[in-house]
């Protein structure tokens, strides 16, 4: 299958791809290669620049809610924008609101930045922002950290456990490949190379390991690899389509969607490849992953009943719930880091 084909199964890179053709002139684009080196900096992290009067503070839930709060991506405002809710599906809200395509949100470990992918600077890259009293601190662009060349895109953001590193998705000329960046756009380096498509990049709770998905072997397979791009090894070797891993808290299992069984379900393996699990049973399509900080629940986008929505499950499967309930498409829910 070609690249094009491939990136349909990604739902919120596909809705986003056709914005990477604009570019933005007088930027010096991603490089093709780079050195990687050992991700192992005791340093503080670096802090992307934001207007010095706001104070970031984070987007508690309502008073007796509890659960804590869930970013996800909706078209219920005509672009595809971020927003934020706490996990019984109350007090909805946008975090985002630019005539742009947003999407993939990564907390900071603190919780109090986000990284996503967006095509607000006239190509799809990724930027870092403060979230400030449940928005962002910036729409303009402001903490842009990739500058894709037209028509290759940077996306999948996901922030490393110790605040250091995001590690990302970026189109090359033959599939893509995973980097790494600090959060203030410096000391880029490329993790993976080769001609296949690698997306999806999770860190394991430690922040020795990333969990992504390649197709390298001829179908989509989840891999793990040490942080530095070394000692990759296949986790999963089924003709299906696997993708989007998600670690859970206490680094024991990698949940994951597959088609394995005919359509898109979540699943979860440890980060041996022993012990595959089942999560999900259901006609609907279940998609993106993400485990609640105590790591009791999983949060998960579906179209079971009709058009995709958040839902909420236990670690084990049961009990799912729906919490979003309109017209439009929600899909990639991710927890906010500091909620239990």
């Known amino acids: 299958m070609d690249l094009g084909f491939r990136l349909i199964r990604s739902i919120t890179v596909v809705l986003l791809l056709s914005s990477c053709a604009g570019g933005t002139p007088g930027l010096t684009p991603d490089p093709l290669s780079a050195t990687a080196v050992a991700v192992t900096s005791t340093a503080p992290p670096p802090t992307a620049t934001v207007a010095p009067t706001l104070t970031p503070t984070p987007p508690p839930p309502l008073p007796g809610t509890g659960g804590g709060v869930i970013a996800f991506v909706s ?23 630019a005539e742009a395509q947003e999407g ?7 919780g109090l930045r986000i990284a996503f992918q967006s095509d607000r600077s006239g190509a799809l890259n990724v ?14 662009g402001m903490g842009r950290l990739t500058n894709s060349l037209p028509g290759r895109g940077s996306w999948e953001p996901a922030w490393s456990p110790d605040g250091m590193w995001i590690a990302y998705s ?21 993790l993976t190379d080769n001609d296949a498509l690698d997306g999806t990049p999770a860190w394991s709770p430690d922040g020795t390991r990333l969990a992504i998905f390649s197709d390298r072997d001829g179908s989509w397979n989840l891999y793990v690899m040490n942080a530095d791009g070394s000692q990759e090894r296949r986790l999963t070797a089924d003709a299906a389509e696997d993708s989007a891993p998600a670690w859970s808290p206490d680094g024991n299992w990698i949940a994951f969607m597959s088609d394995r069984d005919g359509n898109p379900e979540i699943y979860q393996i ?30 998960f986008s579906s179209n079971r009943d009709g058009n ?30 500091a909620a239990g």
């Open 308 to 337: 995709h929505e958040i839902y909420l499950m236990n670690s084990d499967g049961g009990g799912a719930q729906r919490i979003t309930d309109n017209a439009a498409e929600d899909w990639s829910p991710v927890w906010w880091p």
């Open 104 to 110: 993939w949100v990564s907390w900071s470990p603190d």
């Open 75 to 97: 078209n219920r405002t005509g672009n595809h924008d971020l927003f934020l809710m706490n996990a019984d599906g109350s007090d909805q809200r946008p975090l985002s609101s």
């Open 127 to 140: 930027h870092v922002v403060d979230v400030v009293n449940g928005v962002l601190a910036s729409e303009d």
């Open 170 to 190: 970026s189109q090359q000329a033959a599939g893509s490949d995973i980097f790494l960046v600090r959060p203030d756009g410096t000391a880029r380096q490329r």
């Open 270 to 299: 440890p980060p041996d490849g022993t012990g595959l699990t089942r999560l999900t049973h259901h006609a609907g399509e279940d998609w993106f992953p993400s485990w609640s900080p105590d790591g009791t629940r999983i949060a």
